[in-house]
């Protein structure tokens, strides 16, 4: 799914503790939208498995979780959000199509890597694509209770996030058509930094 929606759905899995300690509301939504996009970090390095870890972060967060509801603070709030944020963010990517240019075609058997069982995970395809009318319509579903609960900076970062989906929605399919032509033209020194997949 498309970064905007992960970063959505990391800072809505913060919204009870917006509601019930508001007192920790900025750290639990800054690292839920931190920890929707971490694992994603990895775009032009080894996408979804130098920091997609399907089996280690849900491993991470449940004591850091813990740990944050015995001792609460901003920091182990913000702590345990980034990683069920990324952990949401591996779960995601598995329900989504594959790793792919085109992922429309469903060519590749890749969603994510699990470090820990050593293989690829493959795609389940229940939101076809990044980018798809359906990964937006999650990412606006999840926006309307965010923009209706938060304040300050947070309407920003969704109404932001809101804007960015639709967009890249709208230019999708063209932007996959395009990214050969570019990456196509880097010089030769920068083309080992280029992903297979843009070739």
């Known amino acids: 799914m498309m970064l905007p929606t992960h970063a959505l759905v990391g800072m809505a899995l913060a919204l009870p503790i917006a ?14 939208f931190v920890g929707g996009i971490l694992p994603d970090l990895d775009l032009y390095s080894g996408h979804r498995k130098t920091l997609h870890f399907p089996t280690l972060y849900p ?6 979780a813990l740990l944050a509801l015995v001792w609460s603070t901003p920091v182990t709030t913000a702590a345990a959000f980034v990683l069920v944020g990324a952990a949401v963010h591996c779960r995601m990517d598995i329900y989504g199509g594959g790793l792919e240019l085109r992922p429309w075609e469903a060519t590749s058997d890749r969603a994510v ?7 690829w995970i493959p795609p389940r395809r229940l939101v076809t694509y990044d980018g798809s009318k359906g990964d937006l319509g999650i990412a606006l579903v999840v926006a309307a209770p965010l923009l209706a609960l938060v304040e300050g900076t947070f309407v920003a970062l969704v109404a932001g996030a809101v804007a960015v989906s639709i967009a ?10 395009l990214a050969p032509v570019v990456f196509g033209r880097v010089p030769s020194p920068l083309s080992q930094y280029v992903p297979a997949r843009y070739r």
Do not use: I, K, N, T
């Open 113 to 119: 890597y699990d470090h820990v069982a050593g293989r």
């Open 168 to 177: 890249y929605v709208l230019l999708r399919r063209r932007l996959a058509a």
């Open 59 to 64: 491993l991470s967060a449940a004591p850091a």
């Open 19 to 32: 509601l019930f300690a508001p007192e920790l509301a900025p750290a639990a939504l800054l690292g839920g």
